[in-house]
């Protein structure tokens, strides 16, 4: 069978974002959620594989069962007294006080400690004893000393009742004022089979997701609209709006804007020239101008000329060859040297060898090179002397012909006449003070002054190291590329101008329009290209806020809602309404509608009356209405697996008899699982459970009366009512024993008076039970309904006499027994030995007579 955790992964179909959320959900005891937004983000973008983790059961309480063993010592709980001390069975606990006994400080007392199930009171205050003179503020904490089990292992805790408590508040809680919240209420699957607490979890997550996401894509649109936000971008909002409509992506706005809003390399010096048009085509002396500019055009050119020269030789490229040929002459230098060094040693009757004994040696070897002899032969005839040649004279021929062919002498005058061509001296820029009036550009002034200097500059450290045959360092190198192209615009602007001035005054007109038009718009370009990083980060943000709300369209929980239904339905809904229809079968209840409806992760059960509008409250009657929260509040218990304690508050308070007795008989079924624990002061309904258990002479189930003994001190707890289920043989029997264990020699001291008080809390119940058994013969008991006439006659018409010993008797043991409720001014008069004796001997004699 497939379980919730099959369902989970269905939904995140291997998407690596869903199965990081599901990861992090299973990892409850991770709370830094500060950059889960950016993981799942990322895990959005990437694509990378992510492995889900098994899910690891939590430390949790569920499927433990607790018990509560004793309560004593509370402190500033109401009025209940500190002295307060009782033990609880493992099963049914029924407790049965009258009004202002203490008994609902009990049950408030339990509920502060609970988690709440379902209520509609929220206001769980729990006053201190207000009758008490006021106490210091140390004094005031309100504890009580709780002994538990947990999952049978013995816990002692001295419990604050207004600090949660992790064990005791799950004790499950069912009152008055829970019926209307369990019948009306659209309830949760607070427990569920395992994994079904995950969706829940991812619900939460993805709702936080969705929220963060929503946060920055605010933040992310605020940031993008104070992008053109300032007034400078006012006059070309136009063709912002264009852009962001038109281009699709930031890497675009380049090709968009060179294409549609083409930029001018020399913006300044473009709406210089426009201006300077414009001026010139409003002047009205334009034969003087169209001569100054002609003066300005020749010498731009010339200038221009001289600059090409000269970055021709001082370029980047044409130095590194420079310096490969002042290498390589430095090279060949000194293997000349070398090699004239070892040619000395051969030739060391020569003091000296220069170039003439080179040329002359050098005639010699062309020499036997035109007669096509290689080789010199010891006897020739020496060419140079006419003498036979010995062989110390040819090896010395050898020798100088073999200098002549490994000479470098050729190749370094190759070189230094290659070095010649690059000299610069003829190379001569000038500008005089008088032309630089001709130039109305101060910015092109400017530049062409620096670039001349730096000409000149160059120039001369160039010549300086070429002469000297040094390295001609990087920054001798000009790259006067610039300067050529604002010359040439300047040239081309010229040309415009003097074009413009020779035409009549119609076509100036037209032209200052044009350009005029043509300013506007190299202005607004100028703008948008100057805003280029402005509109990348625009596109970024959109880029990021496209992305972002497509993420947050991915964090709707209607899918994993889907998928939780499908879960919920295949694994849990058919045992929920099986099990709340056996509930309702037992409690004779009918026609409740119950739906299911899947809601962000989780599923909620509703419950209608005949149609889904109307709710029970609206249609059933009070009784019906909390018979119908009974089988819910049963129907959770049990879908939980919850075997921890209940705390019953008058569950049958406004219910007639016949049903009383049916919740009766359902409580007592729940406690054969779990301890529960009922408080009632329906003496009715007390009886009902009696009668539940009657057959069941289980420990675990035991009976209580809660008595006060003045406004001080209340909530003093006996077991005294345990024994109504008892007929009147089994507490004889109990007393004879009792009347043995005291007459005997050890019974004395503490003991004694422990067993005088348990033995007056069974004498209490035998005058009951002689009432009952003995004068009505069974025929009225108060934890039945009916009066058995059959048996009418039997009535013990003489009991009549006994019935003021017999009070006087049980108001004797109300006062000395356990928990009684004896009056403060007569709490010195304990039971004694002798008292005793005396009771029991009158409860012998009235037993025989009337048994």
């Known amino acids: 069978m497939k379980k919730a955790v099959d369902f989970l992964a269905e939904w995140a179909r291997g998407e690596a974002w869903k199965i ?96 709440n199930y379902h209520t509609s009171e929220k206001d769980l205050t729990i006053l201190p004893n207000v009758y008490e003179e006021e106490q210091s503020e140390e004094s005031l904490a309100q504890t009580v000393e709780v002994a538990y089990l947990l999952d049978e292992k013995m816990n002692n805790n001295l419990v604050d009742i207004n600090e949660p408590h992790n064990v005791l508040s799950k004790i499950n809680v069912f009152d008055s004022d829970s019926v209307l919240p369990l019948i009306n209420n659209d309830l949760t699957f607070s427990i569920l089979p395992k994994g079904f607490d995950k969706f829940q979890i991812v619900t939460m997550l993805l709702d936080l997701l969705r929220k963060d996401v ?7 649109e605020e940031k993008q609209g104070r992008i053109f936000s300032d007034s400078s971008f006012n006059f070309i909002q136009e063709e912002l709006n264009r852009i962001t409509k038109e281009v699709k992506e930031s890497h675009g706005i380049r090709k968009f804007l060179n294409s549609n809003y083409p930029r001018s390399d020399a913006y300044e010096e473009v709406i210089e020239e ?50 490969a040929l002042i290498k390589d002459y430095e090279t060949k230098i000194q293997e000349e040297r070398d090699f004239n060094q070892a040619f000395k040693k051969n030739v060391s009757f020569l003091n000296v060898v220069n170039d003439e004994w080179f040329d002359f040696v050098k005639l010699g070897k062309k020499y036997y090179e035109s007669i096509n002899q290689n080789h010199i032969h010891e006897g020739d005839s020496c060419i140079f002397c006419s003498q036979s040649l010995s062989t110390l004279s040819v090896n010395v021929i050898e020798t100088n012909f073999s200098h002549i062919i490994k000479s470098k002498k050729g190749s370094i005058d190759a070189i230094e006449k290659e070095l010649l061509k690059q000299e610069l001296q003829d190379i001569v820029v000038n500008f005089s003070d008088e032309e630089h009036a001709l130039i109305e550009s101060e910015r092109l002034l400017g530049r062409i002054k620096s670039a001349i200097q730096l000409v000149n500059r160059n120039k001369e450290l160039f010549s300086s190291l070429l002469t000297s045959k040094k390295t001609i360092t990087d920054d001798v190198s000009l790259d006067l590329t610039d300067i050529f192209e604002e010359i040439n615009q300047e040239l081309s602007e010229i040309e415009g101008r ?27 370009n100028e703008k948008l290209h100057s805003s280029h990083d402005l509109l990348v980060e625009w596109f970024n943000i959109q880029k990021s806020i496209k992305e972002l709300r497509t993420a947050k369209s991915k964090f709707s929980t209607n899918s994993l809602t889907q998928k939780q239904s499908e879960a919920f339905q295949c694994i849990v809904q058919d045992k929920y309404f099986d099990i709340f229809e056996r509930f309702a079968q037992e409690l004779k209840v009918s026609n409740v509608n119950l739906r299911l409806i899947p ?58 008899y016949k049903r009383s007795e049916i919740i009766a008989n359902l409580i007592y079924k729940l406690s054969l699982e779990r301890q529960v624990i009922v408080f009632t002061h329906n003496i009715m309904f007390y009886y009902y459970l009696c009668n539940a258990c009657s057959k069941d002479k289980n420990k675990g189930n035991k009976f209580f009366k809660v008595d006060e003994i003045d406004k001080l001190n209340k909530g003093f707890v006996s077991e005294s009512f345990s024994g109504r289920l008892e007929n009147l043989n089994e507490i004889m029997k109990k ?42 013969k069974s025929v009225i008991r108060r934890y039945e309904p009916n009066i058995m006439f059959t048996k009418v006659n039997s009535i013990k018409g003489d009991f009549v006499e006994e019935l003021t010993p017999v009070s006087e008797l049980f108001e004797k043991a109300c006062r000395w027994m356990a928990g009684h409720s004896q009056p403060t001014e007569t709490q010195h008069n304990r039971a004694t030995k002798e008292a005793f004796n005396e009771d029991i001997s009158y409860i012998h004699q009235i037993y025989e007579l009337y048994k």
């Open 20 to 115: 990081h959320v599901i990861n992090k959900a299973n990892r409850a005891d991770e709370n830094d959620l500060s950059k889960f937004l950016d993981e799942v983000l990322h895990l959005m973008k990437t694509k990378e594989t992510v492995v889900m983790i098994d899910d690891i059961e939590n430390g949790t309480l569920e499927g433990k069962k607790l018990i509560i063993n004793e309560i004593q010592s509370p402190k500033n709980i109401n009025a209940i007294s500190g002295d307060v001390q009782f033990s609880l069975g493992k099963n049914l606990n029924v407790f049965y006080g009258e009004n202002g006994s203490g008994k609902s400080s009990y049950v408030r007392m339990f509920r502060k400690l609970a988690e």
């Open 274 to 323: 426009i201006d300077i048009q414009i001026k010139d085509l409003e002047a009205t002396n334009l034969k003087d101008k169209i001569t100054i500019l002609t003066a300005q055009r020749t010498k731009l050119r010339s200038i221009r000329d001289a600059f090409k020269k000269l970055s021709a030789i001082l370029n980047v490229e044409n130095i590194e060859k420079v310096n």
């Open 498 to 524: 003097i074009t413009n001035l020779n035409d009549t005054k119609v076509e100036a007109d037209k032209k200052i329009g044009s350009l005029k038009d043509t300013r506007e718009t190299l202005i607004k």
């Open 735 to 776: 007393l004879k024993v009792q009347e043995q264990t005291i007459n005997s020699k050890k019974c004395f001291g503490d003991a004694l008076e422990e067993a005088l008080k348990k033995a007056y809390s069974d004498i209490r119940t035998w005058c009951e039970l002689i009432v009952e058994e003995g004068f009505f």
């Open 214 to 220: 929503s946060t920055t894509i605010r933040v992310e």
């Open 599 to 656: 809601k962000k992760g989780e599923t909620l059960r509703k419950k209608s009356v005949s149609s889904k509008e109307y709710k029970v409250s609206q249609i059933m009657s009070e009784g019906e209405q909390k018979a119908v929260a009974m089988a819910e509040f049963a129907t959770d218990l049990t879908m939980r697996g919850d075997f921890n304690t209940i705390l019953l508050d008058d569950p049958v308070t406004s219910l007639d």
